[in-house]
Structures are given as C-alpha cells and as structure tokens.
C-alpha cells in the first residue's frame, strides 16, 4: 500500500509530462506569452500612479491572495475502481492519503507562492515591505494553502463530505487571515494562519474515515479540469463537455443554423455544450477587459489580432465534435457540406464577436482612433482566419 | 436489385478481419446476421454503413456502390446501432428534425409517421428531454423512431433487443414485419435466436470473418442433416466446433 501513491504519481507525472510537451509545441503558446507580455507592461505601467496606503489597493490583495489560495487542489489520484478494489484495505489508505496530501501541498504552495511573487510588487506601493515582512508573508502563504488543504481532505471524509460548511470556510478562512495581514499587520496575519492551520490540522485528525463516493468524484471533477486545460493546446481524447438546454439563447441557436444537418448540429453542439461556448465567451470577455484597460495604441492593436486568433483557435474543434457519433457517417452527406456549414457558423461567431471587441476598444478614454484601426485588424483577419486558417486546421484535423 | 456485398475483405487496421464475405439482401426479405461474439458481425455492419473502407470487394445497393456514389447509397439505408448512439446536445424532438434534414423527408409526413411511432413506445411526451435524461432502454426506442420513420430500401439493424422490454421487443418485430410487406430489404444482426428463427427468411452464418453458411433455416437443418434442429442447435454445435481446445 506504501508504493502504491507513488507508483501513481509517477504514472500521473508521466501523463502530465506527456501533455506539457505538446503544450510547448504549439504556436497557441506563442500568442499567450505575448498576453502576459502585455499584462506585465500594463501592470508595470499602473504601479506608480497608485497612492500610499490606499485601502481600495490593500483590499484588492485580499481578494487576490484568497483566490490564489483557491488553486490548486486536493489530489488523491483516486480511481474509480478504487472503492471495489481497495474496499479490503480501507483501514490502511491513511499513508496512501498522507502521501497525496504531501504531494498536492508541494503543488499548491508553488502556486499560491507565484500569486505572491506577483501581488508583492503592489503591496511594496501601499506599504513599505521589508525583506523581514516578506518572509512572514512566505510563511502565511504556505499556512493558508495547507490549511486550505486540510478542509479540501476534510470534505472527503466519511463524517463531514455531507457538511456544506467546509466550502464556505475554504473561503472565509483565506479572506479572513489576508485582511488582518494586509489591512492590519503580517505579525497578527501570522498568528491568525498559524491558528488556521492547527484548528483545521486537528479536525482532519480527527475525522480520518475516507467516505470514497465523494473521492472519486472530487478526483474525477479535478483530473477533467486538468485535462480542460490541456485541451486548450491539443486535443485530449473522450473530454466530453456538460450539456446545458439554456433556452434562453434560443434565439442564438436558431440564427446559427437550421437549414441543413450541420448547421444544426453546429449551432446547438456550441450553445448547449458547454466546453467550446465557456471557452470562447470567457476568452471574449476577458480580452475585452484587456483591451478596455490598455491606453497604448500600438499594444492595443496586436491584443486586438491576437484576441481574434486566439479565439478562432479554440472554436475550430467545434468541426470535430461529433466524430465520435456513428451517425455523422450514417447520413447522406458529404464533408464539402460539413466544411461549407461549419465555416458558415464559425464565420457568423467569429464576426459578432470581432464587433464586440472592437467597441470596446474604445476604453475608458473613448479613443475612436483605436476603434477605427481595430475594426480594419477585423476587416483583413476574420476573412483569413475563416478561411485560409480554417482550411489549415481541419486538413490537421482530418489527417 | 437490392443489397449486394461482394468478396468484401475489411477490417478496422491492417490486418482484415473480413475474408471474402459475400451474400446480399433482397427487397422484402428479413436476413438474420449470426455468429459468434468476435465473429465479424458489427466490422460487416461498420462497413455497410460506411464507417469503415473496404480493402477489397464491393458493397452496392439497387446499383449504388458505397465507394464511388457514396451519397446515393446512404440515401437508401437507415441504421439502429448496438449501442445506443445520440447527440447529447440535441433533444428528441431535434433527433427527429436531423433525421428530417439529412435525408431530405418531407416534414409533414415525416412527422406523422414518427408521432405514430412515438405513441407506440411510448415516447411522445418526451419530445423536450435530453439524451441525458433516458434510460437505455428509451435511448434505443429513440434510435428505432429514427430510424423506422424514414422511407428507406435497406434497414440495417445491430442487436435489436439488448436493453428493450418485452413490449417494444413485440413492436420492433411489427414495424421490421410492416417495412417487409412494403418491400424494404432488412438485414439483423443478433443473439437472440429464437426470435431470429421465428423471423428471419434467411440467415448468413459468420465465422472468423469467413460466411460459413447462407440460407433459409430448412437448407440449414438439410446441411447439418437433422430436420427437427432448431437454429439454437446448429448454432451451438458450430460454436462447439469453434472452441478453442
């Protein structure tokens, strides 16, 4: 049972391994580290405008910090055969659930320290950060995220996974000890997390039983996040989106397509499913807030085409959908109309929401001039995106 | 006229899984596909229904060969598959309507038929839900509809009865029966051979990917010299002779 975490870690690192490898392959990369280019400029930009112990400011990095603390979850590596299997060894997963605690904290606390490592710069505005309050900011990181983790594994214990009480307090905990940290010292913030982290440790003493239901679903929802990620870069096999009837975008569906087989398979597989849709409507909307927030017209502007392309890129696997359905082969059609009809909806979004980044690169400034020159960007790129570009991808696709 | 497989060597990679298979189905008639699990049956429906490329031998049906006239050729069949296949995203009423689109069925009297069908497995009330929200044994009603409100020449039809009660079993056999008297050609592929016996007017025996016999229960029983054999016995004295020692 000891080499049992390890022997699946190893597996799980190698698939991980597998997939940052194609990550670092594509071009998509490219036009994200030019994002966070422009994200570090812009942030870079901001810093010296902002007042002193300005208290908008110091609220800002307790929200921050607590939502930092929020990524990286509890993984167990649990497998969906694992209550059937391991039933008779139950008592002896405690190691096994140690080990993956011990794992998923060394994660978690590399990410909550990056989240610092970058909220750093604005704190040292608002207040005066000494090396010495940085290291106590290090420890209370490290303190919130393994207490944080405690409630994670409290949440799939036999006694407490039916308790909603834990989600809420995954939340108020975090935000309670980052407001005394910002708002009123380090030194009381660390108590504060140091206290956190020892009332959380002994509820998961505590409470040990394992209620395994929950676990494998916890895992389940964490491995499709992991692998929703991926699936930005490459395609990763048998991801299968939630289905979601919102009638309300009704109308939507209907103006997509109804004529012929496709469109109308294309225009309810984007609404109703919810993987491609989410996708492109968060992208959408948090390059609008980028291009609202950013005066510097030239950076503007290659936002704007890397906006369109980015978008493009992560709608094109809407062709693919509905490969895996016998029935896409069964009916009397032929891939010219597949291609006609995709490109048609894949067209029709991609112009509503060239549009829609285009207005709001008007910004808080109302720069018409950075309109005028984002809606020619539209004008000469979503022709070839939908149509040289789209050509490219789907020959990838049908290969 | 009707369905003509002719020396179809296929299979899913390189190495066929089907040797030389040749046998056909004529209009009007019930043909049962029978074998044993591994034998070939679902990789011969895969390449009837075109998901898969025959490596050698034809496929043609009323004069239509799936390879070069594809489309003309899929305008005639209708498919129930093994396991039943939807679109997540589309709601039964939208199953109906694709089914409408993609074979170009008058909609009106499409919809008749299929409300009539609806009706009968009790589905018609059902028209908003999600695949989601059926059992598997609706999700296989749901394919049946699709496939019998359609006015084709050929139904092709994978293991019918996995999951279907009693009731639907009974009026799939009607339907299959109604689409016979009005010349449609039906090939079934299935386990459940009793029913087969009773039902089918030919069957096509596979084994190994090889048809080892071709046609009606009498020749059947003439060939394995016992008159009184039901197909339950021919079939477990060919398995016998198939296992593996």
């Given amino acids: ?399 | 006229m009707a369905l003509e497989v002719t020396n179809l060597v296929g299979g899913y990679s390189q190495i066929p899984v089907l040797h030389q298979v040749t046998f056909d189905v004529q209009p009007g008639e019930l043909v049962g596909l029978i074998g044993l699990n591994g034998a070939g049956k679902s990789t011969t429906i895969n390449h009837l229904i075109g998901l898969l490329q025959p490596f050698a031998g034809s496929i043609v049906l009323n004069g239509h060969n799936i390879q070069t006239d594809p489309v003309s050729y899929k305008e005639q069949i209708a498919y129930v598959p093994e396991a039943p296949v939807l679109y997540d995203e589309l709601t039964l009423r939208e199953h109906i309507e694709v089914t409408i689109k993609a074979y170009h069925l008058n909609s009106e009297q499409a919809w008749q038929r299929a409300q009539k069908l609806l009706k009968t497995f009790r589905l018609d009330n059902k028209l908003d839900w999600f695949p989601a929200d059926f059992s598997k044994g609706m999700k296989q009603k749901v394919m049946i509809v699709c496939a019998f409100m359609t006015d084709e020449k050929l139904y092709i039809i994978d293991e019918p009865f996995y999951g279907l009660d009693p009731l639907a079993v009974q009026d799939l056999l009607n339907l299959i029966e109604q689409k016979k008297q009005q010349g449609a050609g039906i090939l079934m592929s299935t386990h459940v051979l009793d029913t087969a016996e009773k039902y089918c007017d030919r069957f096509v025996l596979l084994n190994s990917g090889h048809v080892t016999f071709k046609g009606s229960l009498q020749a059947m029983r003439a060939a394995n010299n016992d008159q009184s054999a039901s197909l339950n016995d021919i079939y477990l004295s060919m398995a016998k002779g198939d296992r593996h020692e």
């Fill in chain 1, 1 to 399: 049972m000891n080499s049992l975490f390890k022997e699946r870690r190893q597996k799980h690192f190698l698939m991980l391994l597998k997939y940052w490898r194609l990550v670092f392959n594509d071009h998509f990369v490219i036009a994200l580290f030019f994002l966070f280019g422009a994200l570090a400029y812009g942030y870079a930009q901001w810093l010296p405008s902002i007042p002193a112990h300005n208290v908008w400011i110091e609220l800002l990095l307790v929200i921050f910090m607590t939502v930092i603390a929020q990524l990286g979850r509890l993984a167990t590596l649990v497998k969906t055969a694992d209550p059937i299997f391991l039933l008779p060894e139950t008592s002896r997963m405690k190691t096994y659930f140690r080990q993956s605690y011990g794992y998923s904290l060394f994660l978690g606390a590399i990410i909550s320290l990056v989240g610092l490592v970058v909220a750093l710069p604005l704190a040292s505005v608002t207040s005066r950060t000494s090396s010495w309050t940085i290291a106590l900011l290090v420890i209370v990181t490290l303190f919130v995220k393994s207490g944080w983790l405690n409630l994670s594994y409290l949440q799939l214990s036999m006694s407490q996974s039916q308790n909603p009480y834990w989600r809420w307090l995954k939340w108020i905990g975090p935000v309670l000890v980052w407001g005394i940290t910002w708002l009123l010292s380090p030194v009381a913030g660390l108590c504060l997390s140091l206290l956190w982290l020892i009332i959380t440790s002994w509820l998961v003493r505590s409470n040990s039983a394992i209620n395994w239901r929950v676990a494998v679903t916890a895992e389940r929802n964490r491995m499709s996040t992991v692998y929703r990620f991926f699936n930005l870069f490459t395609d990763v096999p048998n991801l299968q989106g939630r289905v979601k009837r919102r009638s309300y975008l009704n109308f939507i569906v209907n103006w997509l397509g109804q004529q012929s087989v496709w469109r109308f398979l294309y225009g309810r597989g984007l609404i109703r499913n919810t993987e491609i849709s989410d996708l492109v409507f968060r992208l959408t909307l948090v390059m609008a807030a980028i291009l609202i927030f950013i005066p510097i017209t030239w950076l503007n502007s290659i936002i704007m085409a890397l906006a369109l392309y980015l978008i493009a890129a992560q709608l094109i696997p809407l062709y693919d959908q509905f490969a895996n359905n016998a029935f896409s082969y069964v009916y009397p059609t032929t891939k010219d109309e597949q291609y006609y009809d995709f490109q048609i909806v894949f067209r029709k979004v991609m112009v509503i929401v060239a549009i829609w980044l285009a207005i709001c690169s008007i910004g808080i400034h109302l720069r018409i001039v950075q309109v005028l020159i984002n809606v020619i960007i539209a004008v000469i790129e979503v022709p070839l995106l939908t149509t040289n570009y789209l050509k490219y991808r789907i020959a990838k696709i049908e290969k």
